[in-house]
């Protein structure tokens, strides 16, 4: 038999490699490159804008080359059935061929039936899910690619920095919203995850009175360790950041939220990026829309205008003030604001206003009534990608009165098109959008929507108001600064400048700074 000493030395370093070896992890995504293989184009799950930041991430480091990615999200059987009909085995094949282009998707029941990425069902809810994409992450992934970093989204990833930093491997968090499920430790034992050896790493919500307590009762914040527990921690916007800091969103997020990411800005390990749109929003080739670019946005405008009052059963007015809901309808959003402020400006403005959006069944009911008593001036639509582009295209204003932001994109969408925002000043808006100023001591112009600061029906009116008298300057005044905001918003909001400053994270993660 031998001896202790005789033992062969196991070594932890990870191998050596070319090129640094990162492991992103998304609950969702928009599409994958084709570079990634033609069977990349099967798979798709978007639940928000993660899915398009995740898709714009992984394209930009898969061009660069300078990273052995390799990226992790679950298998949603039921999403990649409706893009194509394959059978069973054939999806198995799918996944074998996308694991050999560092595509690798997480089998299990609680994913194959969702119709929506982040639906919950008695069977299955989100704790579970969530539970069952780490377990695979932690127990296989984490030991079989040695990643130098992983890269972790919201709160479904919570628990893998945590498991990352017990391996030796480096983490980076990001926050794209604080939602947040809770597990005790012996749940999540009993789901498979060995939570014993890093259970020092993660945050419980109530202070651990003893061992059996912790382990049976005190239960583990997902989303606040994730923040805790990885080396880097970064919001999607740098006003959000501030502001849950600052303690200015107590009734929204989350006190452990608050303290960890705290913690990170003392320590000088947490910062914001700024999210972008998708390099495929575009309306020069958008699918759903007559197409136009900056020297044509007039003609364009109009086209998609006339297209979309006749789907959505708008009167065919081409001068009315259109403004485009394009957020889901949650409290969050500020539907309550539109729905006070609509009828004032349908009457006083000659406004039409176009939503395309699902959500809470309480708020779509109360806009498809009133829809129902302002015909030819509001309709509503439950979300559908192809008409929620044509009305981006034909809209004239973007509407985003948020409670709060941690980012937004549809106003930096809202511009490449000529659609100008109508926001309110926080979080991500803060970053992204400045009052539009055409008049002549302004030289060219400047500014690119419509803002406001109070939560409150009154600001968002004034607002809105300010846009349609934007509306009705002359067509050529107009037209001169669409023209300017168009050209400005693919400048500044791209995903080229966002894939930068996260390749800057990766770069001090690995340089040890």
Known sequence: ?????????????????????????????TELPEGMGNA??????????????????????????????????PR??????????????????????????????????????????????????????????????????????????????????????????????????????????????????????????FLERLYFEGFPHDDVHTWTVNTVDFLATGILAADLANTVSKTFLEEVVRGE?????????????????????????????????????????????????????AANKSLLQERMGLDPDPEAPLFFWPSRLYAQKGPGLLKAV????????GAQIALVASGDRSWVRKFRKQAAAHPGRIAYSPFREELSELARAAADFVLMPSRYEPCGLPQMEGPRFGTLPVARLTGGLRDTVTELDASARAGRGAGNGFVFE????????????????????????????????????????????????YIEAYDRLLSGR
Request: net charge neutral; hydrophobic share 40%.
């Open 76 to 197: 949603y059987d039921e999403k990649i059935h409706q893009l194509r009909r394959i059978t069973p085995l054939q999806l198995d094949t799918l996944v074998t061929i996308l694991q050999r282009q560092g595509v690798h998707l997480v089998r299990d029941s609680a994913f194959s039936h969702l119709p929506e990425v982040y639906g919950d069902s008695p069977d299955h809810p989100r704790v579970r899910r969530a539970e069952a994409f780490q377990r695979h992450i932690i127990n296989q992934l984490l030991d079989d690619l040695r990643p130098d970093i992983v890269h972790c989204n919201d709160w479904m990833t919570g628990l893998v920095p945590a498991a990352a930093a017990e391996r030796g491997i480096k983490s980076l968090f990001t926050v794209h919203n604080v939602y947040t499920e809770k597990q005790t430790p012996q749940n999540l034992d009993r789901s498979g995850i060995d939570v014993r050896r």
């Open 40 to 73: 990349a184009n099967y798979i798709r799950a978007k639940g928000g804008g993660l899915g398009d930041v995740s898709a714009g991430l992984i394209h930009h480091l898969h061009e660069s080359a300078e990273f052995d990615l390799h990226v992790v999200l």
């Open 249 to 301: 969103l107590e009734e929204v997020v989350p006190a452990s939220i608050r303290a960890v990411l705290t913690r990170k800005v003392e320590e000088g390990t947490a910062f914001g990026i700024l999210n972008a749109p998708n390099v495929t929003v575009d309306p020069r080739f958008g699918r759903h829309i007559v197409n136009f670019d900056s020297g044509s946005v007039s003609e364009g405008k």
């Open 342 to 349: 609509a009828p004032l400006l349908v009457e006083a403005e």
């Open 1 to 29: 038999m031998a001896k202790a000493r005789d033992l062969p030395e196991i070594s932890t370093r990870r191998p050596r490699r070319a090129k640094p070896r990162v492991l992103l992890c998304t609950p969702e995504i």
């Open 454 to 501: 109070d939560f409150d029906e009154a600001s968002l009116e004034a607002a809105m108001r300010r846009a349609a008298a934007f509306h009705r300057l002359p067509l050529e005044a107009r037209q001169a600064q669409l023209r300017r905001v168009m050209a400005e918003g693919f400048e500044q909001f791209n995903q080229g400048v966002t894939a930068g400053r």
